[in-house]
């Protein structure tokens, strides 16, 4: 069998190209069949596009050893599904969930969260990179200010010793003002735990600078 195909282009399938669909008239010509096979092969071009909003990020200031978490929407504008992930992340980075993978289907819009988390009281600069399956790479610069916290605690942990039922023991930390303006804090603990255990004061004022104690 043989086959050929119109050269002809009318302004209809001009209309379709431009919208990126490819039609292709095909005349087939059989071996001992007087009628040949009328049939048109077709394709549509659609493109692998991923879209991300917003394309820049700014995490603004962040206390060291605390997260920030910023949303970040991923857009498939294409017409088949999409497999993506966030790849070679720095160590402050993550991107939830799945750990930043994922797949899209056609046309679909996926909220994701990036998770800032400063290590060091300094200024970043960085990109995240998305990778396909169909292996396009993408970049997103990403900014952020690492900050010293302005109050710091002796301890993070409070371990009380084994006390007996009716008794009472107390412990005491301070908070370090390490910042040049006056700070305020406040303690919150739920009703019910209130009565296991008494903070003083409970709030107050640290003067820059200064220590104050915490008696617990």
């Known amino acids: 069998a043989d086959h050929e195909s119109k050269n002809n282009i009318n302004d209809d399938e001009i209309k379709q190209i431009m919208r990126g669909i490819i039609s292709v008239p095909v005349k087939l010509k059989i071996e001992q069949q007087a009628m040949p096979v009328y049939f048109t092969l077709r394709a549509q071009i659609t493109p692998s596009t991923l879209q991300f909003v917003p394309p820049i990020i700014n995490f603004g200031e962040s206390s060291i050893n605390e997260s920030m978490s910023l949303p970040l929407s991923v857009i498939n504008h294409s017409d088949l599904p999409q497999t993506f992930g966030f790849v070679r992340l720095p160590p402050e980075i993550k991107v939830l969930p799945e750990d930043g993978f994922g797949v899209l289907l056609p046309k679909e819009e996926k909220s ?96 820059a600078g200064e220590i104050m104690s915490i008696v617990m």
């Not at 990036?114 to 200024?123: C, K, N, T, Y």
């Not at 610069?141 to 605690?153: A, D, H, R, V, Y």
């Not at 371990?159 to 005491?172: H, R, V």
């Open 112 to 207: 994701m969260h990036v998770v800032f988390s400063p290590s060091a009281a300094i200024d970043y600069r960085f990109r995240i990179n998305c990778k396909t399956t169909r292996n396009e790479e993408y970049f997103l610069n990403c900014t952020g200010i690492g900050q010293q916290p302005p109050l710091k605690f002796s301890a993070n942990l409070l371990k009380l010793s084994s006390t007996a039922l009716g008794d009472a023991i107390s412990e005491t930390i301070t908070i370090f003002n390490v910042s040049k303006c006056n700070q305020v804090f406040e303690f919150e603990i739920s009703d019910e735990d209130k009565k296991l255990c008494k903070i003083s004061p409970m709030s107050s004022i640290v003067p």
